[in-house]
Structure formats: structure tokens, C-alpha cells
């Protein structure tokens, strides 16, 4: 804890000045009786203490990280530093546009290439993360039926296999979520669809390829089905790595997607965000949009707001989204060019397709071995589990011992004892061959010696971690020594 | 090949293991007419020194004018250790730490980010973070809703001195719930939420009153007061507040005689550039009865199974992966990088030293609007102290003040005629602990020749047919 280092007058000095300005005008009640309880440490402390603290992660820097459905590919460094000149960074958010032209200029191209590479008439890239977007294209769902006076549609449709982003963006903006079965052979359940679709139906929301890692061969007649009857498609971008530059989502006809640029343009996941989650519109919700937008007059970049578009449904954050982030997927978009993107989508499907047949030679089960893999596939260890009492779980622990993050385990739901595996596009292939060896190695130890796997990791700063003790006896905030 | 390490061989090996002759038969279940052609009107790729060259120049055309903007963005000293420290590819290229024994790093560093900003705040708990101060209002405003559970009427007090954008993006975010923001003036001489027309509320059914501090027009509101007001009449109290100002101003747990319900803000001016306006972050804290109803993932201190701490996601029964329909948010992914600059930001600062930020900064403002109103015909608008911004009102119109500013390369403040037009020709002005007595003169000093040149010429401008 950086409180163990505090020590009651201990500063950073080189970082304030020593006298403090006078605060007499303000008065004694609205002031703060002593300093807040903030470490008292020195620089080097705080430096020290924090290196240590990094070199605690896994990250995709450091380590194989094939976590599926998050598409921890490489991050390019010129993306961060040239997102980091001094001029962007210093730019207020509220700067006039004669002090914006060059940041706009960036927006503005973006804007456009993701409009091309995903075949939508309109993108808006002001939402925040995956689930913002999420939020801001249902939200133009409901603004687009409210505006033909179609009020009665209340339900959104999500597969079962779904994020659970989905349902709770439905619900965010007043509906209703209805869940739709995956069929046996991974695409969705057309009868199920079919029974669920009627006058109520406000909108589906698909993921292609889906959660399980297959392309919904049938999904120019469910767009049909779904238009049939008055609802509208949505795209959840989660896996567009897939299929960059190869299958468009306006070309399937969905109505309104979200990219995730912190997977698919390879912006840095930071341990938990910032995110970007721009959505894109057929021409029939373009009014919807959110904002702020940039548009480009011919001479000048000019910023589109509220005034201009009245018909949006408004702001999701105070300025431009996390406009950093954006910079960075730029800068992606322009180091790989159009050749570069369809790349991503080719090579990270060699990846997995290979990583998959590798794996079921050595005696792994697939989940849908009868179909191709897209950029990620799902193992099932339903039978290690019965035979061997060792479950996905323990495998994810004991990778962690062999330097090796673990995949998405236990989803999506419906697939017993799961390990969705992502391995990107920008892992070579003496890597997915380590990654083979040491899965065919810890099937082995539980088959010979179970108890070094369920007890994994052995390894790791920590042993595995009581989840229902943290839960129970919260623990939120250093409180002192005590 | 950029970022694909695949050699010609490579390729071939992995395609004989597939049992396929090229890559593009990987595609074979994608309904052939759904296959697009090269996309032409994306550019080619190119390589780093070339992007590099077009960032730069790109970079450059911003230029960088002296700042006395504010408005919810503010121009801070961030100690180099902060970004050299976040970047590192450890911190900057993890993911959420869903292994938390191979992510015990970035798990610390947010437990430490909780109990620094609840010992900022005065609040019993914090979470790990929400997208910037605007959306976390949203939120805290939905969970005020869901929490309240003695009102019904879904509606929530919003004074009008409350950030414009803000009540904004809290309408867009909140609406399709049936959830009604109710504006409350604010007194034009004070520049404070008018208690008079709070008063016409009192005994209806609010879920809550969202009090700002510093407020929009930087002036402090009599906090106390005003959680009191809420609780007498049955609202929840959500304290809006700038994490800076917090290190001087009474913290909102403590305000009124049980502190307010929910905190929540902007944290950008602990560690964010202003870099267009994000990745910032916003924060949410508040009491501990109230946890379960705070959206965001929540570090908890624990123990491994030989006894020794360590740090997981706890309470997800809250979260989306786990409720779906009924989680208390759809947020998944939040601002981690931003918390982690934070917290290096705010343990290097210490407590002490964020009081000499703010109240340099505090200071500075005062001098600048000393300075300013000692031209002809500018005026502070507002009585009474503020934290680091004020209104000043001017001689010409803000707009053609503050476009001739620029032209000067000077960022003179906020434009407050399309917000709040009663205020006629106002403008938002903020000087922090980096705007030093050169800069406040210069600023001074365009600003009176600005004036003067409108004032002895005001054919200038050409009407606006």
C-alpha cells in the first residue's frame, strides 16, 4: 500500500510551490478543517512503489493474452506518442475552431474510414466506450420509431449468447430485453426468431461473428425477418476484427452498429479502459446521431452540435468522447491503410483457425468443430471436468503459471465449461505453438497429478483469492493500520 | 506487413495444419455476395515516419494559446512521473482484471484510487470509475432514482448553475427511463441556486437535489444549507464537485449534518491533460448503505487461500456480465488508464500539495480578475467568493471579444450568451496555479486593446444581414 510509505510531513516538494496562497476570502464553513488523508510520500517513493505495483500485471506488452471477445492485439507505441504531441494535448475541449482545424482534420477522417470500412452512410464518434455505443444505438432505434409515431414496439432481441452489455443498454433506454436461443450448430434459432418477432418488436441486436465465435451464415434473412417486421438491426463491433475490410455490417443490413476502437483499431485497454465506441447509421437514422460531429464545409472543419442537428439524441459526454482515443485509432487507420485492415481480418482468423485444429489434435474439444473458426473460437472442457474433477477454471489458473493469460472462461453462458480463445492477428506463430504445448501439458498434470492444477496458481504474487469473503466483509478503502 | 509477424512459410505451415489451400477459404462460410471489394476511398497504409510527419503538422496548426479557458477542462501541472509511470506497457496494454492473480498490480492501484478518493471526498466508498463528470451525473442520478425508494415520481431537482453540457448529457443518458430533470434558477446577484425558487419544492416528491461545488459560474454555494433542504424534504443529496476543489472545501460527506448521499465529478484536473476533452474520467463515490446501487466495478480487499491480502472485482451481482437486464448500468469497460495517472497524480501531490494547486489557482483568478475589471466597463458579474473561475461581464459583445482574443492567440474564457442570455455580453474565465502575473498581463493587455479597437470603430463590424 502507498499508505505504508506515508509519514506525516513528507512531500513531493518539487512539485509545489512552498508558500500557499491565501484563501481568507472564503469562508471558515465551506472550508476543509486539515488536509485530506492522501499519502505523504516522496517522489521516488510514489515512482518506486508504482513500477513495482506494473510489474504485478500480465499485459499484452509482457505477456500471451488470447483473452476472446477483447482483442488484446498490439498497441502500437507511434499510436500513443503521436496522440501525445504537445499540440493535442494541450488543445481545450472548448478551443475555437480556428485553434482546431488540425485535431478536427483527424476527426473528420476517421469519421470517414469507419463509415467506408463498415459501409454505413454516417458515423458519430462521440460514445465512450462499446456499451456507450451500445446505449447510443438503441437509443436511435427508439428515437427513430418515436419519430413515425411507432410507439408501441417495446422490446429489444438479444441472442442468448449475447454480451451482457446488450440487455442492460436495452433497458437503459426503456425496453424491454427478449432472448433468443443459439441453435445447435451456433447460429441462431431462425423458428425461435421468427415466434418472437411481432408488432412489439422495436429491434435485434447481433453480434457477427456471434459471441461463439461463428459467422451467422443466415443473416441477410434474418435482416429480412427483422425489417419484415418494423423492427431494426443492430451491430454490437465486438468482434468486426474478424472481418475487417472482408464483410461490411451495412452490406448484411444492419440499421446501426458501435465499433469497439480499443479492440478493432488496437487503442490500449489501460487496465480497464478509456475506450471508444463510435456508432455508424443507415441513412434513415442519420438525424439521430449523437453529438458532436465534424463535418468539413469545403474550406474549414466545422463541429456539428445540437443546433445544427436537432434531431439527435443529444450528448453522452461533455466535449468529444475520449477524443485521446480516437487519436490513436487514427493513427492505427493510417499505418495500416485499407490493405492493412482486410490483413487484420485475414491473419487473425489464420491465427485462430490454426490455434483451434492445433488444439483438437492434442486432444481438445471444440464447441462447434464442424464450423470455421472466425478470430476466435470456444473450447469446451465439459469432458476434463466430468473425467478429471479439473475444471476450466483451474486450466485458466495453471496458465497463469506458465506465463500465459487466460482466456474469456464460462462465456458465453450456454457453452458448459468454455474458454473462449482470441489469439489476434499480431502473435506469430511460434507463440501459438507455445500456447499448444503448454494447454497439451496441463491436460496432462491433471490427468497425473490434478491437485498441482486445482490449487494453481503457484506462481503468482497471490494464491486464488476468496471472492465471498470480499463480497461479504467489504473492504473498499484503506481505512489506516488498524 | 504492419504488426503481423507472419513469414511466406509460416503461412503455408499453418494452412496444410488447417487443411485449406489460401487464407481467403477461412471466409468460405460468408455468403459470397456479402464480400466487398478493395475499399477504395480508404487511404493506403503508410508508414510510421510518414503519419508521424502528418501528426505533427496536424499537432502544430492547433498552436497552443495561452489558456484561461475552463468550463469543466483545466490546464494543470501534471508531475512527469505520471504519464512516463501510466504508460508503461504493464499498466497500458492490461486489460480489465478479470485474473486477478496475474492483474494484482492494476487491483491495488484502484483499491488505493478508492481510499484516496474517499478520504478526498469525505464519502465511505468510491468505484473505479465512470467515462467523464457529465455521464457520472447521469449515473448518479439513475442510482439516486433506484436508491430513494420513498420516492416515486422519478424527477430530480438540476439547478440552473450546474454545468450547461452537463444537464445535457444527463437528459440524453436519462430520459428513456421517464426520469425528469427539473431546473432550479439560480439568484442573479449571488450567482447561487435561489433558494426561493428551491423553496417552491419543498414537500414535493424529488429523488433528489444535485448540488454543484464549485458551481458552473465557479462561485461557492452555501453546501450545508442545501443538503439540509434535501434531506428535511425527503431527496437524496448529489454533490457534484471538482476534486481539486475538494482539497481546500469542506468534502461532501461532511456537508450538513449528515454529509451528502452520492458524490460524483469530473476527474480530469487530478492527472488528465486537456487533450480535446478525454479520456478523462469521472468519479462516484458515496455512502455505504447505498453500494449495491452504484453502478462500475468496485475493487475489494481480501485474502488468498494461505491468508495474505490481495485485491479482486467484487460485488458484481451489480454488473451487467453477471445481472444482463438487470444490473444497475450497462458501463463495462471505464476509464482504468485515467485512474491509474490519477492515483500516481494524487499519491505524489499528497494532500498538502493539492492545496497549493488549488489555491494558486484560487489566487491567480482573483489577480486576473482583479486585472480585468480594472479596464474600462468589465465587471465581476457574481458576489461572494469562488473557487477558480468568474464572471465577468464585458463592454462588447463576448462572442466578438473572445474571437478577437483568439486572433491574439489568447483563450479568454467561455462564451455565456447562448446558456445563459440574461447575462447579456459574460464570460467564464478560469486562471490556474499555471497562468502566471505575465500571462494575466498579457491577457489584460489584449483584452484592452481589444476593447478599445470595438469601441472606437464599432462600424468595424458589418451587420449580419
Known amino acids: 500500500m502507498i499508505y505504508e510509505h506515508s509519514r506525516t510531513g513528507r512531500r513531493a516538494t518539487a512539485q509545489t510551490n512552498p508558500e500557499m496562497a491565501e484563501l481568507s476570502d472564503i469562508p471558515d464553513a465551506l472550508l476543509r478543517k486539515r488536509p485530506a488523508g492522501l499519502p505523504e510520500v516522496s517522489e521516488m517513493q510514489a515512482v518506486r512503489h508504482y513500477t513495482r505495483l506494473s510489474q504485478k500485471n500480465f499485459s499484452i506488452d509482457t505477456h500471451f493474452y488470447p483473452l476472446g471477445s477483447c482483442t488484446m492485439k498490439y498497441n502500437p507505441r507511434a499510436c500513443n506518442s503521436l496522440a501525445s504531441l504537445p499540440g ?5 475541449p472548448l478551443a475555437p475552431d480556428t485553434h482546431s482545424q488540425g485535431f478536427m482534420a483527424c476527426m473528420y477522417d476517421l469519421q470517414e474510414t469507419l463509415k467506408h470500412v463498415t459501409g454505413m452512410h454516417d458515423v458519430s464518434l462521440s460514445p465512450a466506450a462499446g456499451a456507450q455505443g451500445e446505449f447510443a444505438g438503441v437509443a436511435m432505434i427508439r428515437a427513430y420509431h418515436e419519430a413515425r409515431g411507432d410507439t408501441a414496439r417495446s422490446e429489444i432481441l438479444v441472442p442468448d449468447a449475447a454480451h451482457g452489455t446488450n440487455p442492460a443498454s436495452a433497458v437503459m433506454c426503456g425496453y424491454k430485453a427478449r432472448e433468443i436461443p443459439t441453435g445447435r450448430d451456433g447460429d441462431i434459432d431462425l423458428d425461435a426468431l421468427k415466434q418472437a418477432l411481432g408488432p412489439q418488436t422495436a429491434g435485434i441486436m447481433l453480434t457477427n461473428p456471434s459471441t461463439v465465435g461463428v459467422f451467422e451464415r443466415r443473416i441477410k434473412e434474418i435482416a429480412g425477418l427483422v425489417h419484415e417486421a418494423g423492427g431494426l438491426l443492430y451491430y454490437d463491433g465486438a468482434n468486426l476484427n474478424a472481418i475487417l475490410g472482408k464483410v461490411r455490417p451495412g452490406d448484411m443490413g444492419f440499421d446501426v452498429i458501435h465499433m469497439n476502437l480499443h479492440k478493432t483499431f488496437s487503442t490500449p ?8 465506441g463510435p456508432v455508424g447509421v443507415s441513412q434513415r437514422l442519420a438525424p439521430y446521431l449523437p453529438v458532436p460531429m465534424v463535418d468539413y464545409d469545403g474550406t474549414d472543419y466545422v463541429w456539428l452540435t445540437e443546433k445544427e442537428r436537432p434531431e439527435s439524441i443529444g450528448r453522452l459526454s461533455a466535449f468529444a468522447g475520449n477524443a485521446g482515443v480516437l487519436l490513436r485509432a487514427y493513427v492505427y487507420a493510417r499505418l495500416l491503410g485499407r490493405e492493412g485492415m482486410r490483413r487484420v ?35 469446451t472442457l465439459k469432458k ?32 458448459p465449461e468454455c474458454l473462449l480463445v482470441e489469439p489476434t492477428e499480431t502473435e506469430a506463430k511460434e507463440d501459438l505453438d507455445s500456447f499448444v504445448e503448454i494447454m497439451r501439458t496441463i491436460k496432462q498434470e491433471a490427468e497425473t497429478q490434478p491437485d498441482l492444477v486445482k490449487q494453481a496458481p503457484h506462481t503468482m504474487p497471490v494464491r486464488r483469492l476468496d471472492d465471498v469473503r470480499a463480497a461479504r466483509e467489504l473492504d473498499l478503502a484503506w481505512k489506516g493500520d488498524s | 506487413m504492419p504488426f503481423i509477424p507472419h513469414t511466406e512459410d509460416d503461412i503455408q505451415e499453418m494452412l496444410a495444419v488447417i487443411g485449406v489451400d489460401s487464407i481467403d477459404t477461412l471466409f468460405d462460410e460468408i455468403p459470397d455476395e456479402l464480400r466487398c471489394d478493395e475499399l477504395k476511398a480508404i487511404p493506403a497504409g503508410m508508414p510510421e515516419m510518414e503519419v508521424s510527419r502528418l501528426m505533427q503538422a496536424r499537432a502544430r496548426e492547433d498552436g497552443q494559446p495561452l489558456c484561461f479557458l475552463g468550463a469543466g477542462a483545466y490546464d494543470h501541472h501534471i508531475p512527469a512521473a505520471v504519464w512516463q509511470l501510466t504508460t508503461r506497457g504493464e499498466f497500458y496494454t492490461a486489460y480489465t482484471p478479470y485474473q486477478a492473480e496475474a492483474s494484482q498490480g492494476t487491483l491495488q492501484l484502484l483499491y488505493e484510487y478508492q481510499s484516496m478518493m474517499t478520504a478526498l471526498t469525505g464519502m465511505d466508498v468510491s468505484n473505479a470509475s465512470l467515462y467523464d463528470g457529465a455521464s457520472a451525473l447521469a449515473e448518479a442520478v439513475l442510482m439516486a432514482v433506484r436508491a430513494n425508494r420513498k420516492s416515486k415520481s422519478g424527477r430530480i431537482l438540476m439547478p440552473r448553475t450546474l454545468h450547461p453540457l452537463y444537464r445535457r448529457v444527463a437528459h440524453s443518458i436519462v430520459r428513456n427511463q421517464g426520469i425528469e430533470l427539473v431546473e432550479v434558477g439560480y439568484d442573479g446577484k449571488t450567482g447561487k441556486i435561489d433558494t426561493s425558487a428551491l423553496e417552491q419544492y419543498a414537500g414535493e416528491d424529488f429523488a433528489a437535489l444535485v448540488i454543484p461545488q464549485p458551481n458552473f459560474f465557479g462561485v461557492l454555494e452555501n453546501v450545508d444549507e442545501l443538503t439540509e433542504w434535501a434531506h428535511a424534504n425527503g431527496m437524496l443529496a448529489i454533490a457534484i464537485v471538482n476534486p481539486l476543489a475538494m482539497s481546500i472545501l469542506k468534502p461532501a460527506g461532511e456537508w450538513g449534518e449528515d454529509g451528502a448521499d452520492i458524490c460524483c465529478g469530473e476527474g480530469q484536473p487530478m492527472g488528465a491533460p486537456l487533450a480535446s476533452g478525454g479520456p478523462y474520467f469521472g468519479f462516484l463515490c458515496c455512502r455505504e448503505k447505498l453500494v449495491r446501487q ?16 490481495g485485491y479482486a472485482l467484487t460485488l458484481q451481482a451489480r454488473e451487467q456480465h453477471i445481472r444482463r437486464s438487470k444490473a444497475t448500468s450497462n458501463i463495462c469497460t471505464n476509464q482504468g488508464l485515467m485512474v491509474t495517472a490519477a492515483t500516481i497524480h494524487m499519491a505524489i501531490m499528497g494532500g498538502e500539495g493539492l492545496q497549493h494547486m488549488a489555491a494558486a489557482c484560487h489566487g491567480n483568478t482573483e489577480k486576473l480578475s482583479q486585472a480585468l475589471c480594472s479596464l474600462p ?61 505575465e500571462d494575466i498581463e498579457q491577457y489584460r493587455s489584449k483584452l484592452e486593446r481589444v476593447i478599445a479597437a470595438q469601441v472606437q470603430t464599432p462600424c468595424q463590424l458589418k451587420p449580419d444581414w
Open chain 1, 88 to 92: 493535442f494535448l494541450s488543445r481545450h
Open chain 1, 269 to 276: 485497454h489501460g487496465g480497464g479502459g478509456p475506450g471508444a
Open chain 1, 345 to 379: 481480418a485475414e491473419f487473425s482468423s489464420l491465427n485462430a483457425n490454426y490455434l483451434l485444429k492445433r488444439l483438437m489434435e492434442v486432444g481438445f474439444d471444440a464447441a462447434y468443430p464442424e464450423r470455421r473458426a472466425s478470430h476466435e473460437f470456444i473450447l
Open chain 1, 384 to 415: 476434463q471436468a466430468k473425467e478429471l474433477g479439473v475444471n476450466t477454471m483451474d486450466f485458466a489458473k495453471r496458465m497463469l503459471d506458465y506465463g500465459v493469460h487466460a482466456p474469456t472462461t464460462y462465456f458465453p453462458l450456454l457453452v
Open chain 2, 294 to 309: 452504484m453502478p462500475g466495478r468496485i475493487i475489494g480487499k481480501t485474502v488468498d487461500l494461505d491468508g495474505k491480502p
Open chain 2, 377 to 437: 466597463q468589465v465587471e465581476s458579474v457574481f458576489e461572494g467568493p469562488v473557487f477558480h473561475e468568474r464572471v465577468l461581464k464585458l463592454p462588447l459583445s463576448a462572442k466578438d471579444a473572445l474571437k478577437a482574443l483568439a486572433a491574439h492567440n489568447v483563450l479568454g474564457g467561455f462564451d455565456l450568451s447562448d446558456d445563459y442570455p440574461e447575462l447579456d455580453s459574460a464570460i467564464l474565465v478560469c486562471a490556474t496555479e499555471l497562468r502566471g502575473e
